[in-house]
C-alpha cells in the first residue's frame, strides 16, 4: 500500500507556472505507475497524465498536452507535474494517483489517491 500527499498548489494568474509534488510513503514508489487527475467545482475527476513505472512513458490528455509535463523523481518517492501557460479552466483540486504496474501501460486503474491540492488560475 503507498500513501500520497499533493503540494505545490494555490492561486495563480493566466499564463502562469505552477509546480505541484506528490510525495509517496512507503519503499515501493518505483513499483507504481503515477497520474495526476483534476476535479473542477460541480464535474468529474478527469484524467490529466501519466508516467510509468521508469519513468520511459508518459501520456497527456488532449487539454493540457505541450503546457503540461508529468516527471518522477524515484530517488525521493515524488512525482511532479509542471504546468505552464495556465488557464482559467484549469482550475481545479488535483489529485496524484498510483497504480501498482511493472509494464509502460499507463490506461489502467489507478488504485492509491492523495486529498487533492486546490489550484485556482485567476483570468
Known amino acids: 500500500q503507498v500513501q500520497l500527499v499533493e503540494s505545490g498548489g494555490g492561486l495563480v494568474q493566466a499564463g502562469g507556472s505552477l509546480r505541484l509534488s506528490c510525495t509517496a510513503s512507503g519503499r515501493t514508489f518505483s513499483r507504481y505507475a503515477m497520474g495526476w487527475f483534476r476535479q473542477a467545482p460541480g464535474k468529474g475527476r478527469n484524467f490529466i497524465a501519466a508516467?510509468?513505472?521508469?519513468?520511459?512513458?508518459?501520456y497527456y490528455a488532449d487539454s493540457v498536452k505541450g503546457r503540461f509535463t508529468i516527471s518522477r523523481d524515484n530517488a525521493k518517492n515524488t512525482v511532479y507535474l509542471e504546468m505552464n501557460t495556465l488557464k482559467p479552466e484549469d482550475t481545479a483540486v488535483y489529485y496524484c494517483?498510483?497504480?501498482?504496474?511493472?509494464?509502460?501501460?499507463?490506461?489502467?486503474?489507478?488504485?492509491?489517491w492523495g486529498q487533492g491540492t486546490q489550484v485556482t488560475v485567476s483570468s
Open positions: 508516467i510509468s513505472w521508469s519513468g520511459l512513458s508518459t
Open positions: 494517483a498510483a497504480a501498482p504496474s511493472n509494464t509502460e501501460r499507463l490506461v489502467i486503474p489507478y488504485d492509491y
